[in-house]
């Protein structure tokens, strides 16, 4: 049944494919280039493009009067997308090789998406960086690359594409990644690696290019395949927001009380001595439950139940801690703040809140700065973010949170700003 | 794997789980869609393990175009009966008899479009605020686009190109009194990702998926399964086949793989090996490149 093609290593056998991880990254860039060309290559020579796909795109590029095949539109999923030629949303796709499953958030990369690509990087352990070899390092370039860093994402793989149209130099990809390295010193982000490709001749994508025997380095695959995202996570410090109470009341479990939830950091074991806030009480870890059994630990990003040995009332949104290792508590909060509507945020202005699994209300005490995403530059003006900006703001909560920054934990650093008249996500935010 | 790494589907489970207990705690009155296929069992199962020991706290919704495959209703009780979960049942040929759609004519009618209606009627009579769906991302290119929580007007319907912003694991759920959420626990798995599970966990299965022999007549390519209220033409020659279902639909429209897969094993290597995605097989997407995103539009699954 196997069949023969270049990929014919792929093995999903169940017991390969039980020891796969996942790894998602996020792309970003404009129609001219060649991330769609460059993705299409990725699913296409994982064999995640089907024949009914490629038919469907093959017809529709006919209908555009496209010569040829346009693999654009594989990643462009709506009408208006197909037809306007851009992408307007986050899509996401998915593939695999024999190593890692990959989930990609594509996003558009124009400056008035900002906030698509703000959504696509949020749950990202890497992001793709395109450079297009003939213009270098663009105002786009920086744009993605502050996000990503903004977003922390820990890995950043810049993509020096186009190679075929300058004849392969390496003097040109050496003064890129001088170049971008240069700015990369302002950034926030843990490790940077360059690899220089042509997505449309295939060069360096999956296999080693011929065409550029200087380079030395790994393929994009085989760098998305092998970089290290175990430590991606908070294994440190011990979170755990209570997300939903199981109470069977059924005769077999007629005393059962259980905090069900989300691991947001660090390693919790039965027997640890743990403080529920907000109300500060301490007690132990009688169990974790799994389904149908006790588990020993639990650590991000497992769902899991727990048990405690003292009957406190505890219910959504109070945070399990560990008692000699406890997050901040506070009422004000300096956030990053990405706006994500039509309608300008104001100072004085109020919000729903959520963060975790904690709904609260806030108002905006300040806006200090807003930062220009082209430039890193801090503009320090007026009283109102609009749609697509950034910038450094204080909230005043009704209740207290309990967090920690978003540079030490994403999960409990993380929040979202809810308009109470229409109900729509208005903004994001990273905690200082 | 390294200590403290989970491998994907443990991944994927655990997010999947994270999402049902949200629609839990964000809703009133959720209730689970379940058509009877592979995704809607595994769906059912994650329930399961989200909440236990306690039972699922929503019942399970079927909207039934009366067109089914019988062993899709045997095992759909069967199931509700060990879960001891509870079951609501919206009827198309009810909806059809109460003169709510009409029924499609000629060779290619399919009741797969008025289950919108069915779906909608239903959602409103039993007052759900949730309904939580089986829908993956991969399966469609409309669907690529869906969030987690997606967020349905007063009518049913789903505004593409207004949805709400989603970061992180922090879903706003938040909504106006009449509208109500569909919430895809599955997005982020692949057909594969469904099948590999169901080995891992040994979820049962019905018996359509796996080969047998089936009256059968092929129309435009696609292998169709003879039922009494199928119109044919006179080219189309019912005859018996070795068969099974890669997805199961409505009737009508489910189109039958030959295969002579019998277990699990061998179903994953015939989709690891395939080069068609299992909607290849569904009439219901053909009819146009916005198919299924206009259906979406109009409140459909």
């Not at chain 2, 919108?116 to 399966?139: C, H, N, P, Q, S």
């Not at chain 2, 003879?226 to 009508?252: H, L, N, S, W, Y």
């Amino acid at each position: 049944m196997k069949q023969k093609t270049m990929d014919n290593n792929q093995d999903f056998s169940s017991k390969a494919y039980l020891d796969m991880e996942l790894l998602r990254f996020s792309t970003a860039g404009s129609v001219d280039d060649g991330k769609s060309t460059l993705i299409g290559r990725l699913l296409y020579d994982s064999k995640s493009i089907f024949e009914d796909q490629l038919e469907s795109v093959k017809r529709a590029s006919i209908k555009k009067g496209n010569e040829q095949i346009d693999l654009a539109l594989v990643t462009d999923g709506l009408r208006a997308e197909r037809e306007q030629g851009i992408t307007i949303d986050v899509a996401y796709r998915y593939f695999a090789t024999p190593k890692r499953k990959f989930i990609i958030a594509d996003t558009p990369g124009h400056v008035q998406y900002t906030r698509n690509m703000v959504t696509g990087a949020s749950t990202a352990n890497a992001a793709l960086i395109l450079i297009d070899a003939r213009n270098g390092v663009t105002e786009q370039t920086y744009r993605h690359s502050y996000i990503s860093s903004l977003l922390q994402i820990p890995h950043l793989i810049i993509c020096v594409n186009k190679m075929d149209l300058v004849d392969y130099k390496e003097e040109v990809y050496e003064e890129i990644k001088e170049q971008f390295s240069a700015f990369a010193s302002k950034l926030d982000v843990k490790d940077i690696r360059f690899v220089p490709i042509s997505a449309l001749k295939g060069d360096n994508v999956v296999d080693h290019s011929k065409n550029m025997p200087w380079y030395g380095g790994g393929t994009l695959r085989y760098i998305l395949e092998n970089i290290h995202v175990g430590s991606d996570l908070n294994h440190l410090d011990p979170r755990f927001p209570v997300q939903y109470v199981i109470r069977p009341q059924s005769d077999e479990f007629h005393d059962y009380r259980g905090y069900a939830g989300r691991v947001a950091g660090g390693v919790f074991r039965k027997g640890d001595r743990v403080v529920v806030l907000p109300s500060g009480f301490a007690t132990t870890i009688e169990a974790i439950d799994g389904y149908k059994e006790e588990l020993k630990e639990a650590y991000p990003p497992m769902s899991v139940t727990i048990r405690l040995a003292d009957d406190i009332d505890i219910s959504r949104g109070d945070m399990i801690v560990k008692e000699n290792n406890v997050p901040e508590i506070s009422q004000d909060v300096d956030v990053m703040v990405c706006w994500m509507s039509e309608k300008a945020m104001q100072t004085r202005m109020k919000y729903h809140l959520k963060h975790t699994t904690n709904d609260v209300k806030c108002m905006v005490k300040e806006i200090k700065y807003k930062v220009d995403v082209n430039t890193l530059n801090r503009i320090e003006d007026g009283n109102e973010l609009k749609m697509n900006e950034i910038a450094r703001v204080t909230l005043r909560t009704t209740k207290p949170l309990y967090f920690d920054s978003y540079r030490q934990n994403r999960q409990t650093g993380s929040l979202i700003l809810i308009d109470e008249a229409t109900n729509n996500t208005v903004g994001v935010g990273m905690i200082v | 794997m390294k200590k403290y790494n989970i491998n994907h589907l443990r991944e994927l489970e655990s997010e999947s789980i994270f999402i049902m207990r949200e629609v839990a705690a964000q809703f009133e009155n959720p209730g689970l869609l379940f058509s009877g296929g592979k995704d809607s069992i595994v769906m059912v199962h994650l329930a399961v393990k989200a909440f236990w020991p306690a039972k699922i706290p929503f019942p399970l919704v079927h909207i039934d175009t009366g067109h089914n495959f019988e062993e899709t209703i045997t095992f759909r009780d069967e199931l509700v009966e060990k879960i001891g979960a509870r079951l609501i049942v919206g009827s198309v040929q009810e909806s059809i008899d109460k003169g709510r759609v009409a029924e499609e004519k000629g060779y290619n009618a399919s009741r797969n479009l008025l289950q919108t209606v069915t779906l909608l009627d239903t959602i409103e009579e039993a007052k759900l605020d949730a309904a939580l769906g089986g829908g993956r991302r991969d399966e469609e290119k409309a669907r690529a686009k869906e969030r987690f929580f997606s967020h349905r007007d007063e009518f049913g319907q789903w505004d593409p190109k207004n949805q709400r912003p989603e970061l992180w694991n922090i879903f706003n759920g938040k909504k106006h009194l009449g509208e109500h959420f569909r919430v895809f626990p599955l997005s982020n798995w692949t057909e594969m990702d469904i099948w590999q599970y169901i080995y891992l966990e040994n979820i049962d299965i019905p018996s359509l998926y796996f080969t047998h022999e089936r009256a059968a007549f092929i129309r435009d390519g696609v292998v169709l399964a003879d039922a009494p209220f199928m119109m044919k033409r006179d080219t189309e020659e019912v005859k018996t086949m070795q068969v099974r279902c890669r997805t199961i639909g409505d009737i009508t429209c489910t189109g039958l793989t030959f295969s002579t897969a019998d277990n699990l094993e061998d179903i994953i290597a015939e989709i690891a090996a395939t080069r068609v995605t299992e909607r290849g097989g569904r009439a219901d997407d053909k009819r146009s490149e916005s198919a299924m995103e206009d259906r979406k539009k109009e409140g459909y699954f």
